[in-house]
Nanobody, 120 residues
């Protein structure tokens, strides 16, 4: 079993920066694909980006150049650094994990989410 716990959400003004963390517990290893998703009220869940076991990343077009995903396998922590935040980045942010590659959109393990609010 894998448990994921996000932290670091909050409120920030447009143009500001915020960093999220996701601590992983249980039977997780560096071979897992890790991801960040977000969902705003009334919107579909959006995959923000993924990082694979070799720390290769892939981002949604909406966040490219502004968000950076990284991982510390020794500490089993996933990070999301967000800069140049926009009001449309306001959402509940979730980390997710799956064993194996990042080509699939199916993630069995999810955190409880952390709210990010960007004011204009």
């Amino acid at each position: 079993q894998v448990q994921l716990v996000e932290s670091g959400g909050g409120s920030v003004q447009a143009g500001g920066s915020l960093s999220l963390s996701c601590a992983a517990f249980g039977h997780i290893s560096s071979s897992f694909c890790m991801a960040w998703f977000r969902q705003a009220p009334g919107n579909e869940r959006e995959r923000v980006g993924v990082i694979d076991s070799d720390s290769r990343t892939n981002y949604a077009d909406s966040v490219k150049g502004r968000f950076t995903i990284s991982r510390d396998n020794a500490k089993a922590i996933l990070y999301l650094q967000m800069k140049m935040l926009k009001p449309e980045d306001t959402a509940m942010y979730y980390c997710a994990a799956r064993y194996g590659g990042c080509s699939s959109f199916v993630f069995p393990y999810w955190g409880q989410g952390t709210q990010v609010t960007v004011s204009s």
